[in-house]
């Protein structure tokens, strides 16, 4: 089995980077306790394994909480701006736009989106239908649309989301690095040593950084991921696609089969 089976992408992107940067406090404890690790390189290659092992395992945990965290995150702010964009009532996009998603999510789901009257009656009902349309036009996006821009949004996204998931994490072990790396020697009483020191600096370069601007960082990055994943839908849904320097193919239920020569300005 080659490497690109097991991992992806999306998981180098949005897990296992995540993972590893949430638990850099506990490689800078454990490398302060034996630093003979990097002059050994037995010790050094064990530890490595050890460690892609351990991020690998961690990653899964760390999805977990960054799915809960943006659950939460997002049910206070109106919803996922995938959600929100297809929303009638939203001026994010235009009317005609939003009138092209739902005809293209009837024709290629069978999904029915609410008009702007009966959403504003029965908005949950609206709004699940919806998400079951974005489902269906992710997958379908992901499919057809060989530039990868989607994909790109995605784990962008996915990075942000599972990072603001682990933010906490970081900041407890940085904490029990602080004062674990203080008691290290025969000494009776605690001393601030340079484990100590790298622990503190982490936290305080942490805090601002996973409580002010990380944050801000997953709106930009759904917003762009819900915008251009809606409206790559729509231009592979277009009856007729022709660009100067490329083609898409139809099926007979006007989907596409295979992108010719597509490019992309951004």
């Avoid at 892609?52 to 760390?62: E, G, K, P, R």
């Avoid at 906490?168 to 040593?193: D, M, P, R, Y």
């Avoid at 917003?223 to 409206?231: G, H, K, P, S, V």
Wanted: with cysteine; aromatic share 12%; glycine share 8%.
């Amino acid at each position: 089995m080659q490497l690109k089976e097991l991992i992806d992408g999306y998981d180098l992107k949005a897990r296992l980077i995540p993972t590893a940067i949430a638990l850099m406090p506990s490689f800078w404890t454990a490398y302060y306790f034996r630093p003979s690790l990097l002059s050994d390189p037995f010790s050094l290659a064990g530890s490595g394994l050890a460690s892609i092992a351990l991020i690998y395992l961690a990653s899964m945990f760390c999805r977990d909480l960054g799915v809960r965290w943006g659950a939460k995150f997002w049910s206070c702010r109106g919803g996922l701006p995938s959600t929100r964009l297809a929303r009638m009532r939203d001026p994010s996009l235009s009317y005609g736009q939003k009138t092209r998603i739902g005809h293209a999510v009837m024709k290629n789901f069978g999904i029915a989106l609410l008009s702007l009257e009966d959403e504003s009656r029965f908005p949950e009902q609206a709004d699940r239908r919806i998400v079951d349309a974005f489902r269906e036009t992710r997958e379908y996006v992901r499919r057809f649309d060989h530039c990868g821009l989607v994909s790109k949004h995605g784990a962008e996204y996915g990075f942000a989301r599972n990072l603001c998931g682990c933010r906490s994490v970081f900041a407890v072990q940085s904490v029990v690095g602080f004062v674990v790396c203080g008691l290290k020697g025969a000494s009776e009483h605690w001393i601030l040593t340079s484990g100590c020191l790298g622990n503190g600096l982490l936290l305080l370069l942490w805090i601002p950084f996973a409580w002010l601007f990380l944050p801000r960082m997953l709106r930009l990055n759904a917003e762009a991921y819900a915008t251009r994943t809606w409206i790559t839908f729509l231009t592979l849904t277009n009856d007729a696609i022709k660009k100067p320097n490329g083609s898409v193919e139809l099926d007979g239920n006007d989907r596409p089969i295979a992108m010719i020569g597509s490019r992309s300005d951004i």
